[in-house]
């Protein structure tokens, strides 16, 4: 049998992941990271993404004794909102291109046929097909990031809703009358337990007074406090941080029950840089879920961190493009 | 074409509903209700509930022209939670049976095929199949009354999940450290939206010299004070019941707005005796999603009240065993 390829894209708002992954599966034979910089402009970024995508073609295709022909798509990875319909960009805070058609444009440069999902989509995906979620039934991922994301995959298709917007859980409530989110409502996911609200907890304890290590991490800027510093000082044992990351946890925990008493998948995979906290993080959100969630669902439902730290989202773009292939 | 018809079992509580309904669809051409009586034991009821059908079916094939083998099978609807696979009844509060393979010993009594899920799944089968939810890809229903369930159908077929707990929306937490559920957690969209919690809500404003006239409604005795009160009240224009009436529309427009961020259904239908309270809930409801959820989500989402408010549940019974021999 003859290999065929798919060209992953995983654009996010400061690095763009371009890589070539076996159609029928498997870790990608060639990636390369590139910066984004969203104030080039969109045409820019399509230029650049397609030399790069050439030429690890190239590479591959050379090295493995195949051509072009065996290439069969291209699969596109984007921050949301989109309008999957017309492979659009929506009105994205941390890319901007609104309105700008980039799967046609990707698929136009690249002389291939394209999709397009958003990023936590394809980081559910890549997980599901390649990583952590590989056999599951029915899987929901959990990006945490400077966002909260999802996505809900059911024997092997993801869950789109009816405008391409289903699993959009960092906006879901958690505590109706409870900390104003970016979004302007008051106790979404989002506002207790992305990478900003994180390091904003932590620092409202610094401001008033709370005893830490944490500005010493951060030479006394705690402007420069991020969740990647309260896990460090989690780590070196600072109690403070522990505190902010035992706090995220049990936030983390109420979002996830809520997931396991809507979905009851066989599998939660989480997916971010918290995942770096380890069990500080996992031990007590895996606590906060089981008195939350319906002891059947708890006991049917494994909660793990990802498996591709680096490279869901442009194995799952590319995963995606293969799903539509097959549909 | 011959028609072939489905015998349809809605086992709650207080009431069974059993009627006979055609295998193509449309509403029952028969049916009967009886009182439930869970304390005379599972197998006096299955007597009963086969008595019944026995007789609907008679009548229906006697008036139709059929004979015994134009019935296809029997759809029974159940409180859960349920072992689907195995066809049992669970831990259920308001009925008891726990451990009674109920699908099996109806199939027996009926010599017919079963099918068995829950009632909330049920009545959102209904809904779909023969109600406000006609013709629609994806659905949320929400059924309220003394608990409230849910579930979500995608091109005609149930989110079961792992274990057969998807979509139980009543413990889903919107105020983490709000109202005590009778789960134990605290903040459960059922701890504010069920009947008993509407009615203690009503209740705790007039413990605290509220002024109203639900006293006079129940003569006095406030233990008397129901939900179904309360909506009473509201419509003779008393004000303390048609704020407990906005304040139940805001809560439960938190939890649906979850719903609309998570599945992007093209429909919610609300099933149940608080939908008589009409535009004064409905209306705050929308406003509150249309204020959390995401405005691409909303604008793709009409929020409904069931169309079957007796039905839904027997119909979708019969119809959730014509969706498993279809499969």
Known sequence: ??????????????????????????????????????????????????????????????REGGTRADVLGVGIGCPGPLDLRAGVIGATPNLGWEGFPIRDRIAGALGLPASLDNDANCATYGEWWQGAGRGTRSLVGV????GIGGGFIEGGRLLRGASGSACEIGHTTIDVSGRLCGCGNHGCLEAYASGPAIAARAREGLASGVESRLPELVDGDLGRVTAATVYEASRLGDLWAREVVA?????????????????????????????????????????????????????????????????????????????????
């Not at 969203?38 to 690890?56: D, H, N, Q, W, Y």
């Not at 990006?143 to 400077?146: A, I, K, P, Q």
């Open 1 to 62: 049998m003859s290999t065929h390829w798919v060209v992953g894209v995983d654009i996010g708002g400061t690095n763009t992941v371009v890589a070539v992954v076996p159609y029928q599966g498997g870790l990608p034979e060639a990636g390369r990271t590139l910066e984004t910089r969203p104030e080039r402009g969109p045409e820019e970024g399509v230029t650049e993404i397609a030399a790069v995508a050439g030429s690890l073609l190239d590479d591959v295709l050379d």
């Open 247 to 327: 706090e995220t946890a049990r936030f983390l925990g109420v979002g996830l029950a809520n997931l396991v008493n809507t979905f009851n998948p066989e599998m939660i995979v989480v997916v971010g840089g918290v995942t770096r906290a380890g069990d500080h993080l996992f031990r007590p959100l895996r606590e906060e879920v089981g008195r939350r969630a319906f002891s059947s669902a708890v006991d049917a439902c494994v909660i793990v961190p990802g498996a591709l730290p680096q490279t869901a989202g442009v194995i799952g773009a590319a995963g995606v493009f293969v799903m539509e292939r097959r549909r």
């Open 143 to 146: 990006t945490l990031g400077t």
